[in-house]
């Protein structure tokens, strides 16, 4: 006979699952019938030309665009940042490294990643005070301070998922390459990366939605209202979940509080779309890697 908690685990996870499915249902729902109104052209480019906003021409005073092309310039370069070095660290401490050096590492990680994302933001603020009264009087927060910050916030994310990735390689599959005598970088190389990269990508995929949903570091390190389209990665920035943010804090009218629905639902489906564009990144190559047809 089973055992009363296994029997009472079994019974609980549908329940559990049901639970999720109709709180997400239930969400999405809501977002959808208060933000999907608000859609639209006006919503993005306000009174100013679609294509002179898009190229820069003209500024955009009552629209999302500005703030939707910082977040996509915010995730681009965080995950430049954070890309290499998150794996190049997994793949050292999977690889590498001896076993007292993965636990102080795996501490050190685990610290990072506890790391509330107010306290990183402070940290990236309180850099810059630093290089101001050192020897950058000229330091001001910014667009690569901000995805600094932000690439510290997601490197466990890719640290973890490349390490435990390289460790769930199966064994014969290191065994045959050792045997037609691969050296341990033609290994890494050319069978344990290709193997698993899935499981990498998996890691890039939280990471994509962790950076563009974030705004407490932010907030503190370079988003502000009305900057308009990136000038570069030293200038002020605008993003979405800042001015999601922003005009909740101090909307004054009902129209103003159906805009921030729009960039809710904007925001959302942004990240949903980053991580299914990983997705399915990591199913193409899975395929491949697999025999498959592309």
Known sequence: MRPFGFRLLRMGAPVAALFFFFCAAGLLSFL???????????????????????????????????????????????????????????????????????????????????TPSIVMGLFGFTLILFLRRAFMPEANTCLLLAAGCLALLVLPVLIVSTREALEAVPGDLRITSISLGLGREQRIRHVLLPSAAPGILGGVILALGRSAEDTAVIMLTGAVANAGLPAGILAKFEALPFAVFYTTAQ????????????????????????????RFMQSRYRRRWQGGRP
């Open 32 to 114: 959808t019938a208060k933000g999907l109104p608000s859609l639209g052209g006006g919503l993005f480019f306000g009174d100013t030309p679609i294509f002179d906003a898009i190229l820069g021409r003209q500024p955009v005073w009552d629209g999302l665009w500005p703030a939707f092309a910082g977040s996509l310039c915010l995730v681009a370069l965080t995950l430049c940042l954070s890309l290499f070095p998150g794996v190049g660290c997994g793949v050292y401490l999977a690889e590498y490294a001896s076993p007292r050096t993965r636990a102080l590492a795996g501490a050190a990680i685990d610290m990072l990643a506890g």
């Open 251 to 278: 909307y004054q009218a009902q129209d103003e509080l159906q805009r921030v629905f729009g960039a809710a639902l904007t925001l959302l489906a942004l990240s949903g779309g980053l991580i299914l564009a990983a």
